[in-house]
């Protein structure tokens, strides 16, 4: 399948006069990780909600598996594995899967075989005959992800599938991840710990006030280098310095940021002949976290010029509604 697993352009989605999502453009293509991020309230679960069908856009367009949003043929091939969800405590976990095997439309033939695998993925193999009322909140997590994961979802999206879990139950997520990937699996990833996307995303889009501010691969985002200096005996006037790039004092460290790699050591050769003493050389690219502060704080500082970033939406007014529905990106 070579049509992309999501496309959308300036999805729109307001709630009685609220407008939840302004303009969402997103692209995921088949195999591909993608990291959904933004603060809360930024529209990120309006935007899940309307690509898997459970709400209705209010304008833009978009696709899902190459069908129109909330199309019933896409939706069946779609894992989903929402933030907060809640079993039956009286089944047992083969028993949860055997039923959404069922709802997913899986032949019988196949129920059996594809529950083993999950469970397998999911190092809950031995727990399949267990009542989901005894079971952890880490261990509920990794159901869900079992289920998410049934009979090999074209898409699979994840709302924040590492929150329960400790750091194993983490490492073993990205794993899986990487498997569905591999297997050519989509995957749209929500998720708070920003960490966890710079580990595992080939791209970004990050969120804001219903808009996307900042869009692009890691390495676009990512790219500008930083350099951190622990340095003593420095003299007050820092000027010789400023010819290597922007200086700050971040606890206690002397950061160029961003920097030329290439120039480095020249920086270092240049702080010794001020007459400082070098402790310690940290080069290093910026991290996700502090470009998500950066675009969400402020317009689009700090980016790096490969990356789409955008300036942070103003407060808007309740735009008018859309013209009548007509054409071929209607849900009906």
């Not at 293509?29 to 309230?41: K, R, S, T, Y």
């Not at 590492?162 to 194993?168: E, G, K, M, Q």
């Amino acid at each position: 399948m070579n049509d992309p697993a999501i496309e959308t352009r300036g999805l729109r989605k307001a709630y009685d006069g609220v407008l939840a999502l302004a303009s969402l453009d997103l692209r995921v293509g088949p195999g591909e990780v993608v990291g959904l991020l933004g603060p809360n309230g930024a529209g990120k679960t309006t935007a899940v909600k309307l690509l898997l069908g459970l709400v209705r856009k209010s304008g833009g367009e978009g696709t899902v598996l190459g069908r129109p949003l909330g199309d019933r043929g896409a939706r069946s091939r779609i894992g989903y594995l929402p933030e907060l969800f809640r079993y039956q405590a009286w089944l047992t976990a083969d028993e949860v899967l055997h039923l959404h095997a069922g709802l997913a439309g899986l032949p019988g033939s196949r129920r059996g075989p594809e529950i083993v695998r999950v469970l397998g993925l999911v190092g809950l193999a031995d727990r399949a005959h267990d009542r989901v009322g005894g079971f952890s909140k880490g261990m509920q997590q990794r159901l869900g992800l079992a289920v998410a994961l049934l009979g090999d979802p074209a898409l699979v999206i994840l709302d924040e599938p590492t929150s329960a879990l400790d750091p194993v139950g983490r490492d073993d997520v990205r794993a899986i991840i990487r498997d569905a990937r591999a297997r050519g699996s989509a995957v749209l990833l929500n998720s708070h710990l920003l960490g966890e996307v710079e580990r595992l995303c080939d791209r970004a889009v990050i969120v804001n006030k219903g808009s996307v501010v900042a869009s692009g691969t890691l390495g676009e985002l990512l790219g500008e280098s930083t350099v951190r200096l622990r340095v003593t005996g420095m003299p007050a006037d820092l000027t010789p310095l400023h010819a290597f790039g922007p200086l700050t004092d971040e606890d206690g460290w002397l950061v160029i940021r961003p920097v030329d790699p290439e120039r480095i050591p020249d920086l270092v050769a240049a702080v010794v002949a001020m007459g400082g003493r070098v402790h310690a050389v940290d080069p290093a690219r910026r991290t996700l976290e502090e470009l998500f502060l950066d675009v969400v704080r402020g317009p689009g500082a700090g980016a790096s010029p490969g990356a789409l970033v955008y300036p942070a939406p103003p407060a808007r007014p309740m735009p008018p509604p859309p013209p009548a529905a007509g054409g071929p990106w209607v849900t009906r």
